[in-house]
């Protein structure tokens, strides 16, 4: 027997008048609905969907019935009730950036006047992030067998990682076609499916090009390809790279795309990079995150003031005393 789907039909009516406003179900569906047809990625609406089921939970919490009941301190209240209950600060605050959506979908069909989901963001405490040694990274390039096809594809990966800071979804998206070898760049499609393009040099060129030729024409245009011939799936990346971090024996940083990432990130700060520069490269939206980039990883204060103090470089010929 068919397993049937757990979501609700937008246009199936529980009991007779009900509405988006009466019926949770039908809200959620109405918004996820239109989620939809902003042709938002897959991820985007899976990530909707699960953060739209822990309303659910919150009016179960309050022992709600109607969708209008909602105000802004049932979600004060029921934010507060998950931090006693341990969940992580930058979780919740995943799920206020969906309802916040959500909340304003509701003012859109009427259901409140007002956003009942608008609620500042939790503090996060900004940790130190964990970055690859460039001892640990010369480690793991070295852990694949780059005389199987499966081995050299995940180096080559890898080396995409260090040299663009790209994150994992954005790289699997990459299609043959979005590779400029003329100008040395690979469009590529971050959050929101904002288009940009990513320089690489020479090392990387030589090995995508090697990758390419090995991959041969096949009928589809994704990069990465499985051993089957497929797009390759995240997870599949996921579970190699932490087989490699445990092949390598690196025990104090996890192996993870997003460890690359951040190891780009650390390394093309210290090797000069300018803030504003890696947040295009990154593909942020704000230049908070890569702040916190600089203050970790950046150059020493006072190395700096050694370097650039303005007393130091006045052309003066006269006795500073």
């Given amino acids: 027997m ?3 789907k757990n979501s609700i039909p937008v246009n199936f009516t529980l009991n007779e008048g009900d509405t988006p406003a009466s019926n949770i179900h039908l809200a959620i569906n109405s918004f996820l609905k239109t989620c939809r047809a902003k042709n938002l990625a897959d991820h985007t609406m899976k990530y909707h969907a699960n ?7 919150m009016m179960t919490y309050h022992g709600l019935k109607r969708t209008d009941e909602i105000t802004k301190d049932h979600v004060i209240d029921f934010v507060n009730y998950r931090q006693e209950c341990g969940i992580r600060p930058a979780s919740i605050n995943q799920n ?3 309802w916040r959506v959500f909340g304003t979908h509701m003012v859109e069909i009427g259901v409140h006047e007002t956003n009942q989901f608008n609620l500042e963001p939790l503090k996060v405490e900004r940790l130190f992030i964990k970055t690859f040694s460039d001892d640990q990274l010369a480690v793991l390039l070295d852990t694949p067998r780059k005389n199987e096809f499966v081995g050299f594809r995940d ?3 890898m080396l995409l990682f260090i040299e663009t800071g790209i994150r994992l979804n954005e790289a699997l998206m990459i299609k043959i076609s979005d590779i400029d070898w003329r100008r040395g760049t690979i469009k590529v499609y971050g959050k929101g499916r904002k288009e940009r393009a990513v320089p690489f040099q020479a090392t990387l060129e030589k090995h995508l090009q090697n990758y390419v030729r090995l991959r041969g024409k096949l009928d589809h245009d994704f990069l990465f390809v499985s051993i089957d ?3 390759l799936k995240a997870r599949s990346v996921q579970d190699n790279l932490r087989k490699y971090g445990r092949l390598s024996r690196i025990r104090d940083v996890n192996a993870t795309p997003h460890v690359f990432r951040y190891t780009f990130a650390r390394l093309y700060i210290q090797n ?5 520069s890696l947040k295009n490269l ?3 939206t704000t230049i908070a995150m890569v702040n916190h980039y600089v203050d970790m990883w950046g150059t020493d204060t006072a190395e700096k003031h050694a370097k650039y103090s303005p007393l130091e470089g006045l052309k003066y010929k006269g006795d500073l005393r």
Avoid at 51 to 57: F, L, V
Avoid at 272 to 276: E, K, Q, S
């Fill in 2 to 4: 068919t397993r049937r």
């Fill in 272 to 276: 000069g990079g300018d803030p504003f």
């Fill in 229 to 231: 011939n497929k797009p």
């Fill in 51 to 57: 953060a739209s089921k822990i309303i659910i939970r």
């Fill in 96 to 98: 206020l950036r969906s």
């Fill in 155 to 157: 180096y080559v990966l």
């Fill in 282 to 284: 990154l593909g942020h």
